[in-house]
């Protein structure tokens, strides 16, 4: 299914700085698997890696074949960790790389001055269409990359048994993270500055809301600050429950957009009701709910969620899903969800 459009960024925008319904109803997602994208491009990118001939290329005609405006892309800090990690032991004790302050002197940090490999931005920019924009940031934030390298067990007795070392660890994870979207901020060719960092689960947030104030937002603050003054939003992906810091997170940190929703802990659609006046939503299709739904069912539960925060509203919302693209998505599924989103801009 060719759902291609002339990609358009400043539709996006407007719904980012709700200034204004959008002509057309922007797309959005934080993620896509390898294997996602595999199914739906033919490919073998999931066998590929960033510097392989060629992945860009799929990568970047994978999202504006499926009419999105921009190209969500995140590239992880250069922070090895330990040999044969991977995503799915995210966390996992057996691949923390520091576990006492001796770790973390000897830790081969990078230099702030090249926190990342920027060269990935420069290439997709390249390969832009006219009116197509990046929404680049850092692959993981303070929780999630202090969380892998200590482990999460390792960083829960840190937190009592050695509070220094798991604010240090925190500390220069922040620094080089605010030092990439310093950097990343200044290329033409990204519209907006984005960050993933999952805070919570289902009830509640992984660590106290204190903690989160005062050693994880500072850091989203002044990467907003970085992005809105170089003209551009600023936007955060964030699963669980964090209804204790959304205040803190509009209030103080100033994001512009908040992206990861799951019905079950509060749909988008109530996120709007509370919120949407001073932070767009974004996404929000329960992924749950996608992949397990007919078509019939599908069609109607995204023709409600667009009339809510879209048809119906001050459109100041994109449609997507409420986490990511998985490798156990129906590629048909989400390919139903996007054109309910073509149409009812065609209508």
Same mark, same amino acid.
């Given at each position: 299914m060719n759902l291609r459009r002339q990609p358009d960024f400043e539709q996006f925008l407007k719904a980012l700085w709700r200034s204004g319904k959008p002509d057309h109803l922007p797309f959005y997602e934080h993620y896509a698997s390898p294997e996602f994208i595999a199914a739906r491009t033919g490919t073998q990118i999931d066998k590929m890696g960033y510097d392989s001939p060629g992945f860009w290329d799929i990568y970047v005609d994978f999202w504006l074949g499926m009419g999105f405006d921009c190209v969500p892309m995140e590239i992880p800090l250069n922070c090895p960790r330990a040999e044969g990690h991977h995503a799915a032991s995210e966390g996992s004790e057996a691949f923390a790389v520091i576990r006492t302050w001796e770790d973390y002197e000897k830790y081969p940090w990078p230099d702030e001055s090249h926190p990342l490999e920027f060269k990935h931005y420069e290439t997709v920019a390249e390969l832009?269409?006219?009116?197509?924009?990046?929404?680049?940031?850092?692959?993981?934030?303070?929780?999630?990359?202090?969380?892998?390298?200590?482990?999460?067990?390792?960083?829960?007795?840190a937190l009592i048994d050695s509070p220094g070392l798991a604010e240090a660890v925190f500390g220069k994870i922040s620094?080089?993270?605010?030092?990439?979207?310093?950097?990343?901020?200044?290329?033409?060719?990204?519209?907006?500055?984005?960050?993933?960092?999952?805070?919570?689960? !289902?009830?509640?947030?992984?660590?106290?809301?204190?903690?989160?104030?005062?050693?994880?937002?500072?850091?989203? !603050?002044?990467?907003?600050?970085?992005?809105?003054?170089?003209?551009?939003?600023?936007?955060?992906?964030?699963?669980?429950?964090?209804?204790?810091?959304?205040?803190?997170?509009?209030?103080?940190?100033?994001?512009?957009? !908040?992206?990861?929703?799951?019905?079950?802990?509060?749909?988008?659609?109530e996120f709007k009701k509370q919120y949407g006046k001073r932070i767009t939503a974004l996404g929000g299709l329960d992924v749950d709910v996608i992949c397990r739904s007919s078509g019939d069912y599908l069609r109607a539960y995204t023709r409600k969620h667009i009339e809510k925060c879209y048809t119906s509203s001050d459109g100041f919302w994109a449609l997507g899903t409420g986490n990511s693209l998985t490798d156990y998505m129906p590629v048909e599924n989400y390919l139903i969800v996007l054109e309910e989103g073509i149409n009812i801009t065609r209508a």
């Open positions: 832009l269409p006219d009116g197509a924009k990046i929404v680049a940031g850092v692959c993981m934030g303070p929780y999630e990359w202090t969380s892998q390298m200590m482990g999460v067990m390792g960083l829960s007795y620094s080089l993270i605010i030092s990439a979207d310093r950097q990343i901020a200044t290329m033409d060719a990204v519209g907006a500055l984005r960050q993933g960092d999952d805070l919570g689960f !289902k009830t509640s947030t992984f660590l106290p809301p204190g903690f989160i104030r005062e050693h994880i937002l500072p850091t989203y !603050k002044k990467c907003a600050e970085i992005a809105h003054d170089s003209g551009k939003p600023y936007i955060l992906h964030s699963c669980g429950n964090l209804m204790e810091i959304y205040e803190d997170l509009i209030e103080e940190c100033k994001i512009d957009a !908040k992206h990861s929703f799951e019905d079950g802990i509060l749909p988008v659609i």
